[in-house]
């Protein structure tokens, strides 16, 4: 028993161009030229509805939900949980949300593929979708290498192997250089980008080679 990827769709709200006097130093270095920025009253459940309906005509055998976000409509419930709500899916089946960013994907990917072996579903719906822009200001100029979006892709069942082995690397010691921390009550995006760069370049290449 194995899984394969069916379909993936998104969904990508409005552009916003980089108005930065530093224009051109983000895009030499990043090749941004512009980013996504949902409606003040869009979420990510109402972004990832939104990827979910371009596969409307897969949903009614969808027997698994996962939602992978680290900017949740609320801290209990769950999204997965609301999500099937709004997509009014059938009740029997398996939700869970995962709070994972850059790697997200990758990790709810081989959840999917977990799920499938194990025989909990058939049928995986995987959501990513993230409104960053909720917590980053208008002072923070990683604004401009973040959007708000979603996708949702279809991973189902399948005799032949597909999906190959998956290869993961965890290091907490520098969690305060991106995260999400409360500042004077509210709460607030702040990333340190330098530290981000650099254990990009020293552990991503050796695990893509990996």
């Given at each position: 028993m194995f899984s394969k990827i069916d379909t993936i769709e998104y969904y990508l709200p409005k552009r916003k161009k980089i108005t930065s006097k530093?224009?051109?130093?983000i895009f030499n270095k990043t090749g941004i030229m512009n980013t996504r920025v949902s409606n003040t009253n869009q979420d990510v459940i109402d972004l990832a509805y939104k990827a979910c309906l371009k596969q409307k005509n897969k949903l009614n055998n969808i027997d698994t939900i996962l939602f992978v976000?680290?900017?949740p409509r609320y801290l209990l419930p769950s999204c997965s949980c609301i999500l099937q709500e709004k997509l009014k899916l059938k009740k029997k089946i398996y939700t869970l949300d995962l709070n994972m960013g850059c790697s997200g994907f990758i990790y709810g990917l081989s959840v999917a593929d977990a799920a499938i072996k194990s025989?909990?579903?058939?049928?995986?719906?995987?959501?990513?979708?993230?409104?960053y822009s909720k917590y980053i200001d208008e002072k923070n100029t990683n604004r401009y290498i973040f959007s708000d979006s979603a996708s949702a892709t279809i991973i189902k069942r399948c005799d032949k192997k597909k999906i190959y082995d998956f290869s993961f690397y965890t290091d907490g010691s520098k969690h305060?250089?991106?995260i999400i921390n409360k500042v004077d009550d509210n709460e607030k995006f702040s990333m340190v980008g330098s530290e981000v760069f650099a254990?990009?370049?020293e552990q991503v290449p050796l695990n893509i080679n990996k």
């Open positions: 530093n224009f051109d130093k976000t680290q900017t025989g909990i579903g058939n049928n995986v719906l995987l959501v990513c979708a993230d409104k305060q250089s991106i254990f990009t370049l």
